[in-house]
């Protein structure tokens, strides 16, 4: 289970050699009521899971074993907007579902997961599916993860002109968040790219989260550039973030400071104007070192799980990261002008 916002801790760590602000974490904020508006556009798929108690995946022989086994609606979008819900007043979720017996339950589970969702129905398309199984765990409480995906999304379909038809729900928001899934396929970029020209146009911040982490495998450095110089923020791991600058897939690990500088200098080159959040650590999630345009450094931390089925949900972390900065005025823009937290927001029609 994800560990409880509550108990989420963001220490500010120093290092001398880096500038630095002083003001505190922008993620280390008590919670207030719900604020502002967040749209989503992302993946929509079917999660199978299961956690296994008594084999790990190095057992070198075939294995059975009764556990339990979760069946919900699940995806990028729908990960995020459940986070996300009940930080902000309103939350939306722009995406795409297949036409198989699983729509209803994407669809359904869209809806109940956020304000509202904008959803595209691909004729003839399967939904996707994507089973997760959790060895047993280690001596250090760890378990490792198999993740296993369809090779076809209705994301791939996701065109422009649906994206173009949420226009309102984008420019009424405070916020959109993006991911990388929908760079693996030209026509889901060209929908991903309208919705941040709508957002920048409309001062709203724009973010991209660059999952799946191992997106050097599939598209270069060119192809991702024109995405990151539209968005405000971005969020990678470290891994990722050197391997899409073009260094071999999989990149050369070294230790986790060798890496973390090597990301650093890749992420000022690939959106030198974006503020980058990079993560590391444990599950590569835990701690995030962020680099403004200006070059200022902030690091901090989440909290450490206390049980071995706990685990840090990346889509907490940016929910509440996103949440606080809106709160405390601290969100930056660089688009043509920009909406001011203050302003009243609208409800979307």
């Known amino acids: 289970m994800p560990v409880a916002l509550s108990s989420m801790r963001w220490p500010v760590r120093t290092d001398n050699d880096l500038p630095r602000t002083p003001e505190r974490s922008v993620v280390n904020l008590p919670l207030a009521q719900p604020y502002g508006t967040v749209t989503c556009i992302g993946t929509l798929k079917v999660d199978i899971g299961s956690r296994l108690n008594a084999h790990q995946f190095d057992a070198g022989e075939d294995v059975y074993e009764v556990a339990p086994v979760s069946v919900r609606a699940g995806g990028t979008a729908i990960n995020f907007a459940s986070a996300a819900y009940g930080l902000f007043r309103r939350v939306y979720i722009i995406g795409a579902v297949g036409e198989d017996k699983l ?25 996707a599916i994507v089973v997760t199984v959790r060895d047993a765990p280690k001596a250090n409480g760890q378990r490792r993860r198999l993740l296993v995906s369809s090779d076809a999304s209705p994301h791939m379909c996701l065109s422009e002109s649906h994206v173009r038809s949420c226009a309102s729900m984008i420019a009424t928001s405070d916020i959109l968040v993006c991911d990388g899934y929908a760079l693996q396929h030209p ?5 991903l790219l309208a919705g941040l020209d709508l957002a920048r146009a409309a001062g709203v911040c724009t973010v991209i989260d660059l999952v799946p982490h191992n997106l050097p495998a599939t598209i270069s450095k060119n192809y991702v550039v024109s995405a ?17 600058h073009g260094e071999r897939w999989p990149v050369r690990l070294g230790s986790e400071e060798d890496l973390l500088t090597r990301a650093v200098a890749c992420a000022r080159d690939l959106a ?19 680099i403004r345009p200006d070059g200022t450094v ?4 989440a909290a450490r799980p206390t049980q071995p089925d706990q685990h840090i949900s990346g889509d907490q972390v940016l929910a509440h990261e996103l949440y606080s900065r809106l709160v405390s005025r601290r969100i930056t823009f660089s688009g043509p002008g920009h909406k001011a937290s203050s302003e009243r927001i609208t409800e979307h029609d």
């Open 228 to 244: 990151l110089a539209r968005a405000d923020i971005v969020i990678a791991e470290t891994a990722t973030t050197v391997g899409l």
């Open 187 to 191: 026509t889901s970029t060209r929908a």
């Open 298 to 301: 902030l690091d901090y931390s």
């Open 272 to 290: 030198p104007s974006a503020t980058w959040m990079l993560r590391y650590g444990l599950a590569n999630v835990a701690d995030t070192r962020q």
């Open 103 to 127: 729509t209803s339950v994407l669809s359904e589970g869209a809806q109940a997961a956020c304000t509202s969702a904008k959803l595209q129905r691909c004729d003839g398309q399967p939904n």
